[in-house]
């Protein structure tokens, strides 16, 4: 089973009296366990896939599968719950809370969920040590390089075990070394834990070291 399929996903925006195709029939499978770099110039359309991917927004036409399971007919309550447990979502830059440590920052969104202090820290604790961070566990966000905050919201985005991470160029602003660095972290978890990720860059060196590389041409997807 796919972790996201888009069939034949459209998304069109109003535009003075016309309207502006940004996706014609996008389609897309990605794997468990599969890191898909999705590279395109400004304005083509990434952010609108990743929208699309994330329950964000509904197709124009189309639909998105997250595990099997069609989106479209479903309410926004049960998209809501999808996106809560089965996605997560990591930016270019971290959103993390700059109050709270590293490890209170991984544990929020288990403590949302509705899971216990104890075993949130435990598995917090057990993500950062994933990501090399057990030296940094009670660190708040503003005593971090920018590699270590990034590789604290991936930790966040999978704190719940998702099955497909979004995520929309976290290395944006990083030097070519340290996001290297950020993605063998990356990189370790999707191979240990089964994740399925897409992964927009802008950097071609980080992209060829993916499983596959796809890119937007008139409203379509395909491999490159
Ligand atoms: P990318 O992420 O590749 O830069 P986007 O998906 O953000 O591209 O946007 C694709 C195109 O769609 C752009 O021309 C953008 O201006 C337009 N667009 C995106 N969102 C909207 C919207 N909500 N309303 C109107 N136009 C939009
Ligand atoms: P557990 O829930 O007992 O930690 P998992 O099957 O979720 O077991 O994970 C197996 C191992 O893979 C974990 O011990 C953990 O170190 C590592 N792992 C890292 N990130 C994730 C993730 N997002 N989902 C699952 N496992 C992960």
Known sequence: TPALRLVGVERHYKEGSG???????????????????????????????LHMAGLLERPDGGD???????????????????RRL???????????LP????????MMPQLIRGLGRKEAAR??????AYMKLEARVTH??????????QRVAIARAVANAPRLLLADEPTGNLDP????????ALEALVRASGLAALFVTHNMELAERMDRRITLEAGKIVEF
């Open 19 to 49: 309207k502006l195709s940004i996706l014609t029939g996008a389609d897309l499978a990605i794997y468990p366990g599969e890191i898909v770099a999705l590279v395109a110039p400004s304005g083509a359309g990434k952010s609108t896939v």
């Open 64 to 82: 998105v599968e997250i595990g099997g399971r069609l989106a479209g007919s479903l309410g926004d309550a049960d998209r809501t719950a999808i």
């Open 86 to 96: 089965e996605i997560g979502f990591v930016y270019q830059f971290h959103h993390l």
């Open 99 to 106: 109050e709270f440590t590293a490890l209170e920052n991984v």
């Open 123 to 128: 598995r917090a604790a057990e993500l950062l």
């Open 140 to 149: 708040r966000p503003s005593e971090l390089s920018g590699g270590e905050q």
């Open 177 to 184: 070394k340290t996001s290297h660095y950020v993605f063998d």
